[in-house]
C-alpha cells in the first residue's frame, strides 16, 4: 500500500548519523534506546528541509530533536532563510534559543513542510497526536502544509487507532467538562470507553496553551470508521479539537531494531505492501 524504503543505521558519530553494516558475525548488535531511535528518525526527517523554507515546528520529544538540528544546520551555515512555525510555546521558546527565525499562520497561511512526531500511527497513515498537549496548534500548522513528514520509533505503530491503549485526547472548553467528558465517553460506548479529564503534575487540570482543557479517551475495542468518529467528536458542543490526524501525512519515518523505514503515502493507490 506505501512505499517503504529500509535505511540500515545505526549509530552517531559528532553528532552525524553513520550507517553500520551487517557483514560480519563478529560485531555485537548495537542496542538503541527509545530516545535514540527518536534522533535517528528526526534527523532522517530534516533531510527533507530545504534552504528558503518555511517549516512547521512540531511538539513532543521527538519533534525537539527535529528541531535542535535544524537550528545546528542553521549555525553552519548549510541551511539558509529558514522560517519556522511553532505548534506551541513550548517549541516557540526552543526555536528561539537555536536562532530559528519564526513567524506565523496570519504571515504565512501556506507551509512548506512540517516535521513533527506522533503517538500511533496506523497502516493507513492515520495518526494519534497530542498526548503531549499540543494538538490543536499542531493540526492547525500541520494541516496546511505542502508536506507532513511524522517521525516516529517503531513502537508507535499500531494496527488500528487506539490499538496501544493509551490515550487518544480530546481538548474541550473548561466550562462544565465533566457534562462534555461524559457526552464524549457515551459517543464511544460500543468500544468500552473511558474518558479521563488529564491532570497536571501539580494535580489540577492540565491546561493547553490555548486555556482550554484536555479529557483522554481510552478504548478497548476498535472504534470503527474514523471519520464518522471524527465527525461525531466535532459536532458536541464544548468540543475544540481532537487527537486524529487523518489523512494528514504525507510520508512517515519510521526507527527500528532493523533501520529506517521511510512510508509514503503517495504510493498508496499503487497496491504497495502496508506497514
Known amino acids: 500500500m506505501f512505499k517503504d524504503m529500509a535505511i540500515p543505521y545505526p549509530h552517531f558519530e559528532n553528532n552525524i548519523m553513520v550507517a553500520t553494516s551487517n557483514s560480519s558475525s563478529s560485531i555485537p548488535p548495537v542496542i538503541l534506546t527509545q530516545d535514540e531511535l ?15 523554507m ?63 512526531g506522533a503517538d500511533e500511527v496506523d497502516p493507513n497513515l492515520n495518526l494519534v497526536k497530542g498526548r503531549g498537549g499540543s494538538l490543536l496548534r499542531e493540526k492547525m500548522v500541520e494541516g496546511v ?80 470508521d474514523l471519520k464518522a468518529a471524527s465527525d461525531s467528536i466535532l459536532r458536541l458542543a464544548g468540543v475544540v479539537e481532537h487527537g486524529m490526524f487523518l489523512d494528514m501525512a504525507t510520508t512517515v519515518i519510521v526507527a527500528g531494531e532493523l533501520g529506517v523505514e521511510v512510508k509514503n503515502r503517495y504510493y498508496w493507490s499503487r497496491g504497495q505492501r502496508n506497514l
Open 145 to 224: 502544509c505542502k508536506k507532513f513528514v511524522v517521525i516516529v520509533d517503531e513502537s508507535k505503530l499500531v494496527s488500528h487507532i487506539g490499538a496501544s491503549g493509551l490515550a487518544m485526547p480530546v481538548e474541550i472548553i473548561p466550562f462544565c467538562w465533566k457534562f462534555t467528558a461524559e457526552r464524549l465517553r457515551m459517543l464511544f460506548e460500543d468500544s468500552g470507553c473511558v474518558a479521563k479529564l488529564r491532570l497536571g503534575s501539580n494535580g489540577e487540570p492540565f491546561v493547553t496553551d490555548n486555556g482550554n482543557y484536555i479529557v483522554d479517551l481510552y478504548f478497548k475495542k476498535d472504534i470503527g
Open 54 to 116: 518555511v517549516l512547521g515546528l512540531g511538539t513532543g520529544s521527538t519533534a525537539k530533536h527535529a528541531v535542535d538540528r535544524i537550528g545546528e544546520l542553521l549555525r553552519l551555515g548549510k541551511l539558509k532563510n529558514i522560517v519556522g512555525v511553532p505548534t506551541s510555546k513550548k517549541t516557540h521558546e526552543q526555536a528561539l534559543s537555536l536562532g530559528i527565525p519564526l513567524s506565523d499562520l496570519d504571515s504565512h497561511p501556506v507551509l512548506d513542510l512540517a516535521i513533527d
Open 38 to 52: 527518536k534522533k535517528i528518525a528526526a534527523y532522517k526527517a530534516v533531510e527533507f528541509v530545504e534552504s528558503g
